[in-house]
């Protein structure tokens, strides 16, 4: 036989015992489960509720000067006590949260929730305990220093980090402790907006890639403890007070109103392309800066604190700094009117938050999210009135839609945008309108560019989240959890009869063909071939290869590696590792159609 590398014919074939933590998994059954993430959802409730209280005192401390946890973000209070010198709020918070995630958890950095995506689908559900701790204390710092980031990205990576952390000390299976890093994420969300609903909708659109019964019920146990926790500590209202929408379902929308929602579905959807390819330049550009990560958080920061001051002695607040729940609700109570103003603090924010993360600052952009659709809704609303006379558009209503519109585009939680929208209004009139828009939003938004706001900064380390992936969460392993890693590497130009003369009728491995260090090609596993090598024993094995060569990476996705094979019409794929192109020496297992059979029919449970 001749072989390129004689110790890659010997390589054993996978067992169990070489998958990764299948010695000292467990799984429990679904009352079990439900049972734990009722544990995971009362945890996430304290931990939503002492995320509040951090950002109350950071506040507290650095803007007015007082000793207390007690912080309404609902309420604009004016001028920080501290004058102009305000501006060094966030440049000392900033520091202080470099530190933080640099030496402890680089982890928390950023918004959160493209980590907690990357667990799942990259890391087998595991997140270290330690992230939850960092997390909270860098984006209560964050946040109460007047970095321009959300509070609900922090609590979606806090959840998931318990719910993950508290899995592996028990030591779930991988599906087990995804299922409960989504109830953690999910809950987050339902206790800081008081939406049950809209926190399972989120761990079902944007985390989990399986829905059943043994990943929905989970979540929902864990949603509703975590609200209730809320609802008790924080208090039963939602996140926000919403006036009376004056829509009736009685009424037929006109013509001009139908109208103007769709243009606002549009403008929204065109502002979430914006938002994410900002994020993009900043996320990228801020660390090209000269000097370290500290001297690039001062330069962010310090546009931020200058931004304040300029907005404080502008208008006598300054509107862009933490997760600007009082502009939200002011406009929604129709005491912001100003076009202008609100095209203004609509820039004005977009570009704080994009900075604010982009030089290192720990916190979310669902609250920015909600922030930029209430301005750009509330700003359309007063132009489109002296456009459309008759759409009956207020500012109220279309600051609501913009805000379901610009969450549902970003995020690409369209549902989620939906139901968290009709939870907080509880106004069934609204309806409508904000799926006409959010589904336009997310339509154009997918036209600009395909990504959303939290896989796009996935794509850029190779990390592929597939879109269709509400499957099985077989999906979830990578190339290498599967591949065989027993093959034979055969050079060009070796015969039939030296390649596979030792080989066994129902035993015969892929063959991989090179020719000097590149790959020529793959022959997929068959006994076809083995009856050939005795009629033909002279025949080169070149001859065999299959007309499309599918390649792919140790840790891609299983959903890639499937697209892939589909498309080729592929009877095998070639896994390498590395990310430059591969040589023979790279290859490290074949993923057969026998693996993947073996993988699918593991998935299952009786």
Not at 207 to 218: H, I, W
Not at 339 to 362: I, M, P, Q, W, Y
Not at 436 to 463: D, N, Q
Request: a neutral charge; proline letters at 5%; one cysteine or more.
């Amino acid at each position: 036989m001749s072989l390129a590398s004689p110790s890659v014919s010997t390589v054993q074939p996978i067992t169990a015992s070489d998958k990764p933590e299948a010695h000292d998994e467990r799984r429990v059954n679904l009352l079990v489960l439900c049972g734990l993430a009722l544990i995971v959802g009362v945890m996430t409730g304290f931990g939503a509720v002492a995320l509040r209280s951090l950002i109350g005192l950071f506040h507290n401390l650095l803007y007015n000067g007082t000793f207390s946890i007690w912080y309404d973000a609902n309420i604009s209070e004016g001028p920080s006590r501290f004058g102009n010198w305000i501006w060094l709020s966030p440049v000392l918070g900033g520091l202080v949260v470099v530190f933080l995630v640099q030496r402890f958890a680089p982890e928390a950095k950023g918004h959160g929730v493209p980590e907690v995506m990357d667990a799942v689908f990259y890391k087998r559900g595991n997140i270290r305990w330690q992230v939850a701790v960092i997390k909270s204390l860098a984006s209560a710092l964050s946040i109460g220093s007047g970095a321009a980031v959300g509070r609900e990205g922090p609590i979606i990576q806090i959840g998931a980090a318990l719910g993950s952390a508290f899995s592996q000390a028990i030591r779930l299976s991988t599906w087990q402790k995804i299922t409960l890093l989504s109830a953690g994420a999910g809950a987050g969300i339902a206790a800081t907006f008081n939406t049950p609903l809209g926190g399972v909708l989120f761990a079902l659109e944007i985390l989990l890639p399986e829905v059943s019964n043994r990943t929905f019920l989970p979540v929902v146990v864990a949603t509703g403890a975590a609200t209730t926790i809320g609802r008790i500590l924080i208090g039963p209202d939602p996140a926000f007070v919403i006036p009376g929408i004056q829509l009736s379902l009685a009424q037929t929308p006109g013509i001009e109103e139908t109208l103007a929602f769709v243009l606002l579905g549009i403008a929204c959807g065109v502002a979430s392309w914006a938002f994410i390819r900002l994020l993009v330049f900043m996320e990228d550009g801020f660390p090209k800066l000269p000097g370290n990560a500290y001297t690039q958080n001062i330069l962010g920061m310090a546009l931020i604190g200058l931004m304040m001051v300029v907005l404080t002695h502008t208008f006598g607040h300054p509107y862009i700094d933490g997760v600007g729940y009082g502009v939200i609700q002011s406009t929604l109570d129709n005491k912001m009117t100003s076009a202008g103003l609100l095209a203004l603090l609509f820039l004005l924010k977009l570009l704080a938050t994009t900075v604010s993360l982009g030089c290192g600052a720990s916190g979310g952009i669902f609250s920015p999210s909600l922030y930029l659709g209430a301005t750009l809704g509330g700003a359309f609303a007063v132009i489109i009135s002296l456009v459309l006379p008759h759409a009956g558009l207020s500012v109220p209503s279309a600051a609501i839609v913009g805000m379901a519109a610009m969450v549902g585009a970003g995020t690409g939680g369209v549902m989620t945008a939906i139901v968290m929208i009709f939870e907080m209004t509880r106004d069934y009139a609204i309806i409508v309108p904000v799926i006409v828009a959010v589904a336009i939003a997310a339509g154009v938004r997918r036209m600009l560019i395909p990504e959303t706001i939290y896989t796009i900064k996935l794509r850029h380390r190779g990390h592929r989240i597939p879109k269709e992936r509400h499957i099985n969460l077989f999906l979830v392993q990578q190339a290498q959890d599967i591949m065989e890693k027993r093959f034979i590497l055969a050079k060009a130009g070796t015969s039939l009869k030296d390649v596979i003369s030792a080989e066994e009728a129902d035993d015969v491995r892929a063959i991989i063909v090179e020719r000097d260090g590149r790959i020529v090609g793959l022959i997929p596993p068959r006994s076809g071939l083995w009856l050939e090598s005795r009629n033909n024993p002279d025949l080169k094995v070149e001859g065999f290869v299959e007309n499309h060569m599918v390649i792919c990476r140790d840790v891609d996705l299983l959903s890639l590696v499937f697209a892939r094979l589909r498309r080729h019409r592929a009877g095998a794929a070639i896994v390498f590792h590395g990310t430059e192109r591969p040589r023979a020496a790279d290859i490290v297992g074949v993923i057969t159609k026998r693996a993947i059979a073996d993988t699918v029919i593991d998935s299952f449970e009786d």
